[in-house]
């Protein structure tokens, strides 16, 4: 996938942005090389191959310094809404900001 000029025209003006020549020509060629990589990368085979959950991982074992995700404290919903100004089903009701 190659981008044209036009088409740099056309994401500037959705972005909102004014370009000069020559940062056009610039923005070009920095995208069309970028898409040249993802290209690249795409035309590698990867059939059978597990994806990492880190790149370390593919060099050495690591263990992920992550907590087990289990409930620390009891819920305390209602005793923390006790003071709240308006309630309801739950959840904490605010004043209306936008119109």
């Known amino acids: 996938m190659a981008l044209t000029l036009p088409e740099i025209d056309r994401i500037a ?3 909102r942005l004014e370009l000069q020549p020559s940062e056009r020509d610039r ?3 920095q995208l069309n090389g970028f898409f040249g990589i993802v ?3 795409r035309a590698v085979d990867t059939t059978g191959i597990e994806p ?3 790149p370390v991982a593919a060099m050495q074992d690591i263990v992920l310094r992550l907590r087990d995700d289990v409930v620390s404290e009891p819920n305390q919903r209602e ?3 006790q003071t709240a100004p308006a309630v309801e089903r739950g959840l904490f009701l605010v004043p209306k900001v936008i119109e």
Do not use: I, K, P, W
Request: glycine fraction near 0%; avoid cysteine; aromatic fraction near 0%.
């Open 13 to 15: 003006n959705l972005a």
């Open 27 to 29: 923005l070009l060629t």
């Open 39 to 41: 290209e690249a990368m």
């Open 52 to 54: 990492l959950a880190h």
């Open 79 to 81: 005793a923390n809404q």
